[in-house]
């Protein structure tokens, strides 16, 4: 906790450069690193902490991603977490290897032969999402809804180069310091500006009139396995 408190701030400032702000995630990443190996995590334990946290999904998440999968759209998720427990997480909602479209691309966590944590490969930083979706990962797809609780997130596209492209982009502005003069630089970047707990009735009505789908019911349950799922992608 006490290094989240010093350098989430910082990653979220809008006063701070990308420039800025990749040296202190990387600070950050290696000392969370040296904390992960010295108590000698394993994959059981890792299993465990997320099925015993407290974690919150927003509401209408769950109907967003089994809309998606329903209809097989293309899912890519770029976190700066690990995408282990991105996965486990998702797999509480839906069968994550059968979800064929669905790619997650994320740092990882190394484990030696008897699940010891032994290395942790910090791929993908917040600020650095920008450089993961490329042409070859959308394929022949121009039309994308982007998601993202940062400023820097809408530049997750910015090396797709194909023509025509149509993005709409959702920001979630979490718990703002200054909400007018946040709200309003969330609002120059993102087409749709979702504040606090928000959740995610509004793409879900985008992605309904998208799929001219009117009616999905939120409570279907997909799937509830805590296995501590991978579903990467390099």
């Known amino acids: 906790m006490a290094l989240l408190k010093k350098y989430h701030p910082m990653e979220t400032d809008p006063k701070l450069s990308a420039g800025e702000k990749i040296l202190k995630i990387e600070e950050w990443y290696?000392?969370?690193?040296?904390?992960?190996?010295?108590?000698?995590?394993?994959?059981?334990?890792v299993q465990d902490c997320i099925a015993h946290s407290?974690?919150?999904?927003?509401?209408?998440?769950?109907k967003f991603l089994r809309l998606a999968m329903k209809h097989k759209l293309h899912f890519l998720v770029v976190t700066g977490g690990f995408s282990d427990v991105t996965?486990?997480?998702?797999?509480?909602?839906i069968d994550v290897e059968a979800y064929k479209n669905l790619a997650i691309f994320g740092n990882e966590m190394v484990f030696d032969e008897n699940d010891v944590l032994v290395q942790t490969e910090m791929k993908i930083n917040p600020v650095g999402k920008r450089l993961t979706i490329t042409d070859?990962?959308?394929g022949n797809r121009k039309n994308i809804i982007l998601f993202g609780d940062i400023e820097a997130d809408v530049n997750m596209v910015e090396m797709v180069t194909k023509e025509g492209l149509n993005v709409i982009s959702v920001g979630f502005l979490n718990r703002p310091k200054d909400f007018h003069n946040d709200l309003k630089r969330f609002l120059k970047v993102y087409d749709i500006v979702i504040v606090n707990d928000g959740g995610w009735g509004e793409p879900?009505?985008?992605?309904q009139k998208i799929t001219f789908e009117s009616n999905i019911n939120p409570n279907k349950?997909?799937?509830?396995?805590?296995?501590?799922?991978?579903?990467?992608s390099s």
């Open 221 to 232: 349950e997909f799937g509830r396995s805590m296995t501590l799922s991978r579903k990467m």
């Open 204 to 207: 879900v009505k985008v992605l």
């Open 30 to 45: 290696t000392k969370q690193e040296e904390n992960f190996v010295k108590e000698g995590i394993t994959r059981q334990k």
């Open 136 to 138: 070859e990962k959308i």
């Open 54 to 62: 407290n974690f919150g999904l927003r509401n209408d998440f769950p």
């Open 87 to 93: 996965a486990t997480i998702l797999n509480t909602l």
